[in-house]
């Protein structure tokens, strides 16, 4: 909570769904921007695009994880259950049905999402076709974390994909995938998570340099994972990015890919 002498102005957001837009039903999304006594303003309002629940390797329903989401002031996020082509098509209807009860009743965009996970490289383009024609609202792939052994070739593969939206835990990313990641307006993730956040610091300077977009997430696979305005300040902080580009990637770059993303039929 601020402190006192703290004040807090509201901000809402009118989110309509008719064609061209992401759901079909309105929403009304409120955040606070916190003026802090040394007068500098802080946006307190919470995205989190890759996250993980009892349909892969969460503890949580996909509900539950909504409303604990809800409860810690969360603007929007995704659930992005691990997939392989066996999973696509049942995790993505689960799924669905939970974030659409959610965004009728609780005023948080809770988005259907996917992580193609240790999916052979060749076959990320067209799983990432298929999730999107599935109904899934965000494709994300899970990237060359350091920590896992993931196929070389998969980031290369994801920022070529038109159907792709965020390259999760790049790891080592080289300059080639960080420039086609910017032609190709494919967000790249600041990871929360242990173990995959090891590159951050590397994937913040090839930002800088390249120009592509950067998005931090939580990777939550527990309640204790999900993301605090402090927190995420520290994260991007740690990972080296000045005071202008972090404030960008906690608002200003999700804002930009929810406005960006469409479900299958509604253009």
Same mark, same amino acid.
């Given at each position: 909570?601020?402190?006192?002498?703290?004040?807090?102005?509201?901000?809402?957001?009118?989110?309509?769904?008719?064609?061209?837009?992401?759901?079909?039903?309105?929403?009304?999304?409120?955040?606070?921007?916190?003026?802090?006594?040394?007068?500098?303003?802080?946006?307190?309002?919470?995205?989190?695009?890759?996250?993980?629940?009892?349909?892969?390797? +969460?503890?949580?329903?996909?509900?539950?994880?909504?409303?604990?989401?809800?409860?810690?002031?969360?603007?929007?996020?995704?659930?992005?259950?691990?997939?392989?082509?066996?999973?696509?098509?049942?995790?993505?209807?689960?799924?669905?049905? &939970?974030?659409?009860?959610?965004?009728?009743?609780?005023?948080?965009?809770?988005?259907?999402?996917?992580?193609?996970?240790?999916?052979?490289?060749?076959?990320?383009? &067209?799983?990432?076709?298929?999730?999107?024609?599935?109904?899934?609202?965000?494709?994300?792939?899970?990237?060359?974390?350091?920590?896992?052994?993931?196929?070389?070739?998969?980031?290369?593969?994801?920022?070529?994909?038109?159907?792709?939206?965020?390259?999760?835990?790049?790891?080592?990313?080289?300059?080639?995938?960080?420039?086609?990641?910017?032609?190709?307006?494919?967000?790249?993730?600041?990871?929360?998570?242990?173990?995959?956040?090891?590159?951050?610091?590397?994937?913040?300077?090839?930002?800088?340099?390249?120009?592509?977009?950067?998005?931090?997430?939580?990777?939550?696979?527990?309640?204790? &994972?999900?993301?605090?305005?402090?927190?995420?300040?520290?994260?991007?902080?740690?990972?080296?990015?000045? &005071?202008?580009?972090?404030?960008?990637?906690?608002?200003?770059?999700?804002?930009?890919?929810?406005?960006?993303?469409?479900?299958? +039929?509604?253009?």
């Amino acid at each position: 909570m601020p402190s006192s002498g703290t004040s807090i102005l509201l901000k809402a957001d009118f989110f309509c769904g008719g064609a061209g837009f992401l759901f079909a039903c309105p929403i009304f999304l409120t955040s606070a921007i916190v003026i802090y006594p040394n007068g500098v303003a802080r946006q307190e309002a919470i995205y989190d695009f890759h996250t993980h629940t009892s349909l892969s390797d +969460g503890t949580l329903s996909p509900i539950e994880l909504i409303r604990r989401a809800a409860e810690k002031g969360y603007r929007a996020i995704a659930l992005t259950d691990h997939v392989g082509p066996g999973s696509l098509e049942r995790v993505i209807r689960e799924t669905a049905e &939970d974030c659409r009860l959610a965004r009728r009743h609780w005023g948080i965009l809770a988005i259907p999402g996917v992580e193609l996970t240790h999916v052979p490289a060749q076959a990320i383009r &067209d799983l990432a076709r298929q999730a999107k024609e599935m109904g899934a609202g965000l494709v994300v792939v899970h990237g060359e974390t350091v920590v896992e052994p993931v196929e070389e070739g998969t980031n290369l593969a994801a920022v070529q994909s038109p159907d792709v939206d965020i390259l999760a835990h790049p790891g080592p990313l080289t300059p080639e995938e960080a420039r086609l990641a910017a032609a190709n307006r494919i967000y790249v993730e600041i990871s929360a998570r242990k173990g995959h956040c090891l590159t951050n610091g590397h994937v913040a300077q090839l930002a800088l340099v390249s120009g592509f977009r950067l998005l931090l997430n939580s990777d939550a696979h527990d309640v204790p &994972d999900l993301l605090t305005p402090d927190f995420a300040m520290a994260v991007l902080k740690g990972s080296g990015l000045p &005071d202008a580009e972090a404030h960008e990637v906690l608002d200003a770059n999700p804002q930009a890919l929810i406005k960006a993303l469409s479900l299958p +039929g509604l253009r």
